[in-house]
C-alpha cells in the first residue's frame, strides 16, 4: 500500500496562495509538499483518479500502467477528475483491456452527464467500465472485497455521499480508507462495529484550524476529529491493538507543517500508532 498524493484540493504550496504553510512548502520541500490526493491499494487498484496524475506517475514513481481497477471516493475535481483517463486513449501501446471505475450510484448519474459534451474515455467502454455502487452493498474488485460506506461529505451528485471504502485482501488483513469524510456518521460507526480495521488511512484535512478543535465538523476533520474517531474505533472493537493509523488529505489552511503534526500527534495520546501521512509513503503490509 501506498499513499501516492496526501494533499487536499489545492494541494501545498498552493500555487496562487502565499500563507505560511504553503511559503513553508516551497522553502522546505520534501514532506511539506502535498499533491492531490490518491492512494495505491496494490499493483492493480488505486483509489481516486485526480488532476497530478502526471506528476504522481513521474516524480512519484505510480506506475498507473498496471492499473485495473479505480475505487472513486466521490466527484470532486480533486478526486475525479476523468478527463485523465484520455491518457490511456491517447497511449500508443497500453494494456488492451479497460479499467474498471466503481462509483457511487449518484456519482456515476453526474459523471454521465459532466462528461457528455466531451469525446471522453470515460464514457468509452473501450477504454473504462464505469460500475454503480450502492451504499452499504459489497462488491468484488479483482481479488479484494469492497464495502463501500457513506462518508460525512457532500459532492456534486444529487444525494451523493463521498464513499469511504472499507476493504478485505485475500490474506485476510483489512483496510479502511476514510476521505474525505467529517467526523464519521452514526450509521458508518454502527456497521464499522461488526468489521475489523488493521490500517486506517483518514484525512486530517484542517489540522489545528479555527473551528476544528472540536472532533464533531462536517464535511472535513481536523486533527482532534482524527484522534476521536480512533479513540470511538478503537473503544468500540474495530481498531485493536495492532492497528495503525496514517493521516493523509491535509491541506493548507492551519498552523501544522509536516513536522508541527508529527509533534501535535506525539503530544497527544492515542490507543494506537498515528502516523502522519506523505507523498509516496510506503504502508507496511501489501
Request: charged residues 20%; glycine residues 8%; hydrophobic residues 35%.
Amino acid at each position: 500500500m501506498r499513499i501516492i498524493g496526501s494533499g487536499a484540493a489545492e494541494a501545498i504550496p498552493n500555487p496562487l496562495c502565499s500563507c505560511g504553510i504553503c511559503e513553508n512548502a516551497r522553502k522546505a520541500r520534501g514532506r511539506d509538499i502535498r499533491s492531490r490526493t490518491c492512494f495505491r491499494v496494490d499493483d492493480a487498484t488505486q483509489i481516486d483518479f485526480g488532476p497530478d496524475q502526471f506528476y504522481q506517475a513521474t516524480v512519484l514513481g505510480n506506475d498507473l500502467r498496471t492499473v485495473r481497477q479505480v475505487l472513486v471516493t466521490h466527484s470532486h475535481e480533486d478526486h475525479l477528475a476523468f478527463t485523465e483517463f484520455n491518457l490511456k486513449q491517447m497511449a500508443s501501446v497500453t494494456n488492451p483491456d479497460p479499467i474498471d471505475v466503481y462509483l457511487s450510484r449518484p456519482a456515476h448519474a453526474w459523471l454521465l452527464n459532466a462528461a457528455a459534451p466531451f469525446d471522453c474515455a470515460v464514457t468509452d467502454e473501450t477504454y473504462v467500465r464505469l460500475h454503480p455502487v450502492d451504499y452499504g452493498v459489497a462488491f468484488q474488485a479483482g481479488n479484494l472485497t469492497v464495502l463501500p460506506l457513506k462518508g460525512n461529505h457532500f459532492a456534486h451528485g444529487t444525494g451523493e455521499n463521498s464513499i469511504n471504502y472499507h476493504i478485505t485482501f485475500a490474506d485476510g488483513s483489512t483496510l479502511y480508507y476514510a476521505v474525505d469524510t467529517g467526523y464519521f456518521l452514526e450509521d458508518t460507526l454502527e456497521r464499522l462495529k461488526m468489521l475489523r480495521v488493521d490500517t486506517l488511512v483518514v484525512e486530517g484535512t484542517f489540522g489545528d484550524a479555527p473551528g476544528y478543535e472540536t472532533p464533531h465538523t462536517d464535511g472535513h476533520m481536523g486533527a482532534q476529529g482524527v484522534l476521536a474517531v480512533t479513540r470511538r474505533l478503537y473503544e468500540q472493537g474495530t481498531l485493536h491493538d495492532a492497528s495503525h493509523v496514517y493521516v493523509t488529505h491535509v491541506n493548507h489552511k492551519h498552523s501544522l507543517t509536516y513536522p508541527r503534526m508529527v509533534d501535535w500527534f506525539a503530544a497527544r495520546p492515542a490507543p494506537v500508532p498515528i502516523t502522519v501521512g506523505y507523498d509516496g509513503m510506503e504502508i507496511p503490509g501489501k
